[in-house]
């Protein structure tokens, strides 16, 4: 299985302000067939389900705010928010969905300080 | 738009088991894989397993090989997720997601909170 290890555990950044999430997978989930890495970062409200906020590492899903952009390749991935908003306080999920079983970072919470 | 809805709340006993439903509602499945996906009280998301709906081929997590099965209804659009052999570490929310066309889980369900309790 793909182990997924998020940092840090927790942050609290000041509105405004960035906020950097990294990821690292005991695996590389990039493709050699079409070079694009299998890789996402989910938002999880409190009483939510998940909402997928970034695919292929770096994609915005639709309707996403700019202020989050997605980097890295191989096994090392990070979150950025650029201005961290006050709707931006959730937990921070990266998952890989390279080969089952599709593996889950142990999340990471963002709060304001 | 399509959505994804779940069924209720359940309580179990253990030992027993448990089957969720996960109906797309507005629309279908159409060719996307479905999984299933559990999150214990103030836990991480894990991936119990998926199917392809036009197929019904099915892949599960090791862990819950033998205890899970996956299925789906094309007539009425809805996935289904029972778990057997109910232990108190089942309690958790069970959430069903879409396999988008990316890949990543595009589309989630509400979540159906199961507590297993005596």
């Known amino acids: 299985d793909i182990v997924m290890t998020q940092s840090p555990d927790s942050l609290a950044v000041s509105l405004g302000e960035r906020a950097t999430i990294n990821c690292k997978s005991s695996q590389s989930v990039l493709s050699s067939s079409n070079n694009k890495n299998y890789f996402a970062w989910y938002q999880q409200k409190a009483g939510q389900p998940p909402k997928l906020l970034i695919y292929w590492a770096s994609t915005r899903e639709s309707g996403v705010p700019d202020r989050f952009s997605g980097s890295g390749s191989g096994t090392d991935f990070t979150l950025t928010i650029s201005s961290l908003q006050a709707e931006d306080v959730a937990v921070y999920f990266c998952q890989q969905y390279y080969s089952t079983p599709f593996t889950f970072g142990p999340g990471t919470k963002v709060d304001i300080k | 738009q399509v959505q994804l809805v779940q069924s209720g709340a359940e309580v179990r006993k253990p030992g027993s088991s448990v089957k969720v439903s996960c109906k797309a509602s507005g629309g279908t499945f159409s060719s996307y894989a479905v999984s299933w996906v559990r999150q214990a009280p103030g836990q991480g998301l894990e991936w119990m397993g998926g199917?392809?709906?036009?197929?019904?081929?099915?892949s599960y997590a090791q862990r819950f090989q033998g205890r899970v099965t996956i299925t789906t209804d094309e007539s009425t659009s809805t996935a289904y997720m029972e778990l057997n052999s109910l232990r108190s570490e089942d309690t958790a929310m069970y959430y069903c997601a879409r396999r988008g066309p990316t890949g990543a889980f595009d589309l989630w369900g509400q979540g159906t909170m199961v507590t297993i309790s005596s």
């Open positions: 199917i392809i709906p036009i197929s019904g081929t099915t």
